[in-house]
């Protein structure tokens, strides 16, 4: 399973920005899949997670630091996550990964996942 995240660039604070994820291999839409972020000299940190589709639709994770600003979506027919980032603030600025979980589950936790992307950079200017 491979991953691949793009979408990453240098915006000024209170701009938006909106990641990409495709997934290549494995069966996309029984994945849980996840966004991450590493800041430099912090420890990854979890941002926001969707899970599989179910019975019932998908079920949204978000860190604090990302609700009301940031919202994360699927597209099981392209086997692409997405992460669109609204309001953005200095602080938002990291590397962010998205992660795919076997389990299908939003968690939280990083180590849940099964599968990991590259990373792209997203940098917020004052």
């Known amino acids: 399973v491979q991953l691949q995240a793009s979408g990453g660039g240098l915006v000024q604070a209170g701009g938006s920005l909106r990641l990409s994820c495709a997934v290549s291999?494995?069966?996309?839409?029984?994945?849980?899949m996840g966004w991450f972020r590493q800041a430099p000299e912090k420890e990854r940190e979890f941002v926001a997670a969707?899970?599989?589709?179910?019975?019932?639709?998908?079920?949204?994770n978000y860190a604090d630091s990302a609700k009301g600003r940031f919202t994360i979506s699927r597209d099981n027919a392209k086997n692409t996550v997405y992460l669109q980032m609204n309001s953005l603030k200095p602080e938002d600025t990291a590397v962010y990964y998205c992660?795919?979980?076997?389990?299908?589950?939003?968690?939280?936790?990083?180590?849940?996942?099964?599968?990991w992307g590259q990373g792209t950079q997203v940098t917020v200017s004052s």
């Open positions: 992660a795919a979980s076997r389990g299908g589950h939003a968690v939280s936790s990083s180590i849940s996942y099964d599968f």
């Open positions: 291999g494995g069966t996309f839409r029984t994945y849980g």
């Open positions: 969707i899970s599989s589709i179910g019975w019932s639709g998908v079920t949204t």
